[in-house]
Each structure stands twice: as structure tokens, then as C-alpha cells.
């Protein structure tokens, strides 16, 4: 019986191995990595899922990606890191906050894109790295939208005072739910100023520290060390409009998609990932210079995923390359009262021709309804939402003009103030009350 017993179990230990293509070869790594991240080796599955099995799987993804590298078959080199033992499916749920839905009450003012040209041409550069001129904090948090927003908003009280002061990620957490963020969930770094323009200002990391966690408002307006007055837009999908952004006025919030593997593993070099789409909003990082390394152009990024990760916390980017895995999300909106007609116009200065252009209404108090959506290379695609009423909504035929996707409203049934925007998504998207 228990020589029976002891067979089985070996056969089944036997059949486990064969089943989950464990290489013995790579034991002692294997090892060392449960070591230095602080996992048991022994970990059997969790969540269905065999952990050594995944980690191999990376590491010979990683192995593979850094012999090309060697080769100059790639520009980025990859590393293996404390992400080691997720799926892909994992990673992509804790790397992403999903966004909520915009919550745009008033008329956020879009910059202009030849004024922006104009002042960055004065500046004639090639390049900047706001963490060489004493703006950027170091550090590591969570809530990559929250991180974003307090990066920027360092950078622009540097500028005006001389001094930087790390300010509180926290508050932002816990405090900016009403403007429409989600705490640990997700947030926008739009709906964080919202918060701080309201709340009269916002205090320093000193006084409200990071606790990664969600937690009570405990903000005390007496201890506000900067107050925002206003924030804008950089006008979408337009890389230059971004670089001189960056240039004129300092770190700019931004939405890029972070759900592949390889941006998972990224050690060093010039990110550039053919399945990096413009389409994903799923990770808010800063964007704190650009400059370019020979023939090759690049953004250097912060992200929040700690020192570990990338070159020390940062990633260089492809630059001028259609916006190389960054959003190109358009984020504008128009409030229009009772009784008035309005055109509205989506900013789009771009060449796009794939995608759709989704219109979006939103009264106070509720979710954002589609009012309709149409494919960029024409109105043969309209699709009607549950906010359409036919005698209110007129679409603009599209000219050559790009900036020419227009939306005629008149209100005069409105019983309320509305706030309508657009918003480009990928044609394939479905998604309604998303934008
Ligand atoms: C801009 O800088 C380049 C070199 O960096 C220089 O050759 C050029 O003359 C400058 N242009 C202006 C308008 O100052
Ligand atoms: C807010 O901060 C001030 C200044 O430190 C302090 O005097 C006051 O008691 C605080 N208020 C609350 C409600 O904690
Ligand atoms: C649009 O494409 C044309 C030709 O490919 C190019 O000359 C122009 O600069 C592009 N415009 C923008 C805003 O990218
Ligand atoms: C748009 O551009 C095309 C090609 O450049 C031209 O043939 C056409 O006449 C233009 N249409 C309008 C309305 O300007
Ligand atoms: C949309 O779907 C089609 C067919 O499935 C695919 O070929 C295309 O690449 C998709 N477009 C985007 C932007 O993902």
C-alpha cells in the first residue's frame, strides 16, 4: 500500500514535470531570482497558473529579444525583473489603471499648436532633460496617474519659485474622487489639477505622504504649499505640438500604451515595440525631455515602477515615429446651454485616416452618452448612439481641411447644460459610454 502510494506520487510528480516543460537546466536562475524578489521557489500554481512555467517562458523571451540586441537587430535591451513570474494577461491588469469616464464641466482650453511652434523655435533646441535643470523628483508610487500629475506640477512650481517640492501623491488618491478620479483604480492627471484648482491648492509629499493605498480625504487647506489656476491641453496626435510643449513649458502628462511584454521587461536603449498601440490608454507617465542618440530621435519618460526598472526608473522612447506607443487620444470638450446652436470642431491636426471620431454628451451628473461616431476616412460608417436625436446633430462633410470634423448642435430642447467632446478611438473599438 505504501509502496503503491510512493509510485504514484513519483508518477504524478514525473507527469507535472512533463506537463509544465520545466527546464532543469534553469534551476539555479530560477533560484537566485525567488532570492532577490523574495518569492518561494517551491511556488506551486497560483491562480491556476505555474509560476516557473511563466518565468521561463520570460526569460527565454528576454534571452532571445537581447541576442538580437547584441546583433543591432534592436535598440532596446530587455532585463529580467520583479514582473518575472506574471502573465502577460496579469501584468496588463496591475500595469494599467483604467481610466474613467471624462468628466469635462467647463471648456478646457486647448494650446495652440503654431503658438507653440513659434516659442520653441525661439528656444532652437534639440533637445532637453528637465531632470538635468533640477525639476524632476525621484521616486516610485503606484498610481501612475497620480505620479504623472504631482511630476508636472513639480516641474511648473520649480519654474516659477526656483525651489522643488515633492507634493503629496497621496492627496490626490484620496481626495480627487469628485473631479471623477478613482483612487488605486485609475484616474486621469487632467481630473487631478480639476481637484487641485478646487481644493485651492495642494500640499507636499511632507505633509500628506504616499501610503500605496487608498484612504480617507485627510487634506487640510493650511498646509497647501501650491495652487494651480488654470491647465490646458496639448493639442492631440501631434508629436511637434508635444515637443514644443515640452520644450517651452516643461514635463507633460501623458497616456501611453504599457501592456506589452517587452515594455514589461525594458532595460536600457530606445523603446520601439511594433505591437505598442496609439489606440490603449493605459498607463499616465511624464514626459521630462527628448533629444536624440545618432540618427535615432527619442522622449526619455518617468515612470513610477520604481528604480529597478529601465534605465533607473526612466525609458527613452521613439520619438517622431507617429507617436510611437503614446495616445493620440483627442480630450476636448465643449460646454453648450439651453437654448443656444453651437458648432463644434475636433482638434485634430494630424494625417490619421484610420479610426473613429466618436461625439460624447454629458450632462451633469451622468456618464458620458455617445451621441454618434464615424471613421475617419469618411461618413459611410456613421453610427447612431442612444444621445442622437436626429433634428439636433448635424456632422460637417469632411474637406481637406484636417481640422474639419465638425458637429452642429442646437440645444433648444436641452433641459439642462450639456458638455459635448470628441474623442478618436480605434475604428474597431465599440465601446459606447468610452471614450
Ligand atoms: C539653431 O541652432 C543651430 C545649431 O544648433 C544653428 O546652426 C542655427 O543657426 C540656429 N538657428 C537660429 C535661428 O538661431
Ligand atoms: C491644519 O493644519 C494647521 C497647521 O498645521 C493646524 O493648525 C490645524 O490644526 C490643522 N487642521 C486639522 C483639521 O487638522
Ligand atoms: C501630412 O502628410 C503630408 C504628406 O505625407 C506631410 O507633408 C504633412 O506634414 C503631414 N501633416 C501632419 C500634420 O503630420
Ligand atoms: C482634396 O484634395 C484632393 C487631392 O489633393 C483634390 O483632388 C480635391 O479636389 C480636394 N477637395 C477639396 C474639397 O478641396
Ligand atoms: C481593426 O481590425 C482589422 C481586422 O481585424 C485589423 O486588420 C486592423 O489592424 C485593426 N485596426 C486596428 C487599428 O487595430
Redesign the pocket.
Known sequence: MIIRLTCAGVLWALLLQLASCIDPSLDAEWRRWCLKFNKPSKQGRSAGVNRREVWEGNYQLIQAHNQRYTQGQETYDMAMNGFGDLTEEEFVERAQSPLPARHLRSTPLMLSASELREAASRLNISSIDYRDMGYITPGLCGSCWAYSATGALEAQWKRRSGRLVPLSKQQLVDCSQPTGNKGCIGGRPSLAYTYVIQNGGIQAEETYPYEMREAGCRANRSLNVVSVKDWKYVPPANEQALEDAVATIGPVAVVIDTTTRNFQFYRRGVFYDPKC???KQAHAVLLVGFGSEGSQEYWTIKNSWGVNWGEKGYMRLTKNQGLHCVSWAADTGVAVTRGQSATLQCPLETNLT??MISWYKQISGEGPNLVLSYALSGYSEIRYGVGFHPDRFSVQPKTNDSQAHQLLISTTEETDSATYYCGIS???ETGQNRP
Do not use: H, V
Open positions: 498601440s496609439i489606440w484610420e479610426g480605434d475604428r474597431n
